[in-house]
């Protein structure tokens, strides 16, 4: 009984979870848009709901709060990514950086060109297929276990970390509200304060995280999508931990040391030996990276609560093969974008790369691995979800793109499995 409940608790740790518990929540999402309770989901995500803040007052619906709000937070969690990755992981060095970035780049940039190209009259929701949904395709790779090439996995991350990147520049400067520029000066206040913070190398979270709840507020005011806060916030939090590395293990054995020669054979703790576990919880705690320490924190609550309630909330689509043939063009531009367009950006622009010598693909990766990572990043997903909701209004055609988001979405899971696996079994060969 005992290992059971470990090896469950092991799974809900993996990554994969994740993947699923999203997967799980769009599938419920669809049965109860398309149930007798269909009108009482809609009433419930269209519910309004208002925060007063002296005279400034915002209001918005349920599904406005967690779209605006609680997606902040999986924003922040991103630009922690980007920023970790641009510090210390794969897009470090120009070495590094330089495969996924061009990958990213034609991931982006095709598919949007074949949206538009079914959608001249009215292209603004090329943003949706240029977005990939990482929890999705690395939940399928977690889910594949040992038989996917570690460099695949390294390269799917980098590549979505710059992908994340353009998806949030594409929201900051295309999909925006009306501009209230008065209060440009009001969030670069707070933004100035909050570099302040990193400037004077305040380390504690909590400064930031208040200065970040005032960010929010005003570049919602201001007419960008709010969301946008969290990446800016996440840039200004400080990499440099409180203690180095050689102070806490000074620190600590010296606690430790201390806890020892205070044992007795009471069975509780004596104040000696509470004061030194208590000075090793400080060690531990001034001795971790800020910037670690949020994005760890937030990961879990990001993974097994934000996104699979913002799945539950965006994805009840009503099934209605009528409204679908009725935008046929919208849902024909996100498939053969996502499904097309994403294959070909990343794997042409990467092959033309490096036949003109522009780049070197990583020895450790097949051609055949990088044709898999294009397929997975055709999984759009949560993210295409996230920029449907900001291109359009009309309800008909926000439910036509979810059916041509999800159909994509599905088809490329497959696809990708089955190239996965294929190009481990020739490895093996091999």
């Known amino acids: 009984m005992v290992q059971h409940l470990k090896t469950v608790q092991h799974f809900i740790k993996d990554e994969s979870f994740s993947g699923v518990l999203l997967f799980i929540a769009t599938i419920a999402a669809v049965i109860v848009a398309n149930s007798s309770l269909s009108q009482e989901y809609y009433d419930l995500w269209h519910m309004p709901l208002g925060v007063s803040l002296g005279e400034m007052t915002i209001s918005m619906t349920l599904t406005y709060w967690i779209n605006d709000g609680l997606m902040a937070l999986f924003f922040l969690m991103v630009g922690l990514e980007i920023k970790r990755e641009m510090l210390i992981g794969e897009l470090s060095s120009v070495s590094k ?20 190209a079914f959608n001249t009259t009215d292209p603004m929701g090329f943003g949706i297929p240029m977005a990939t949904d990482i929890a999705f395709a690395l939940g399928i790779l977690m889910l594949l276990g040992k038989k996917v090439n570690p460099a695949l996995k390294l390269f799917l991350v980098a590549l979505a970390v710059v992908d994340d990147l353009g998806a949030v ?48 507020v005003y570049i919602h005011a201001i007419g960008v999508h709010a969301t946008i806060a969290g990446v800016l916030l996440a840039f200004a939090i400080p990499i440099t931990s ?11 054995k010296e606690s430790i040391d201390i806890f020892e020669t205070h ?17 090793i919880a400080y060690n531990y705690d001034t001795v971790q990276n800020p910037l670690v320490k949020l994005e760890h924190q937030l990961h879990g609550f990001s993974a097994f609560f934000i996104m699979p309630l913002f799945a539950f909330s965006n994805a009840g689509v009503l099934i209605d093969l009528g409204s679908a043939s009725a935008h046929m063009s919208v849902v024909l531009g996100i498939v053969f974008g996502l499904l097309i367009g994403k294959p070909i ?38 993210m295409s979800i996230f920029i449907t909701a900001l291109a359009f209004v ?6 036509a793109a979810k059916l041509g988001i999800f159909a994509a979405s599905f088809i490329a899971a497959i696809i990708g499995v089955v190239l996965i696996l294929q190009a481990a079994k020739a490895k093996a060969v091999a």
Do not use: C, R
């Open 345 to 382: 950006g990343i794997v042409g622009f990467t092959y033309l790369a490096t036949k003109l010598n522009i780049l070197k693909k990583p020895d450790d990766l097949s051609w055949s691995e990088v044709v898999a990572v294009g397929f997975l990043g055709g999984i759009g997903f949560t």
């Open 242 to 252: 409180k203690t180095d590395e050689d102070e806490f293990i000074q620190s600590s």
């Open 263 to 279: 044992k007795d054979n009471i069975p509780i703790l004596n104040h000696h030996q509470i004061d030194a576990l208590e000075d």
């Open 97 to 116: 950086a330089a495969f996924p970035i061009v990958a990213a780049i034609g991931g982006m940039l095709i598919p949007a060109l074949v949206y538009v």
């Open 394 to 399: 009309d309800e008909e055609v926000i439910a």
């Open 169 to 216: 520049l594409v929201v900051a400067t295309v999909y925006t509200n009306e501009i209230h520029a008065g209060y440009f000066l009001h969030a670069g206040i707070a933004y100035g304060l909050i570099w302040v913070l990193n400037y004077k190398g305040v380390k504690s979270l909590w400064p930031y995280l208040i200065l970040g709840i005032a960010l929010w």
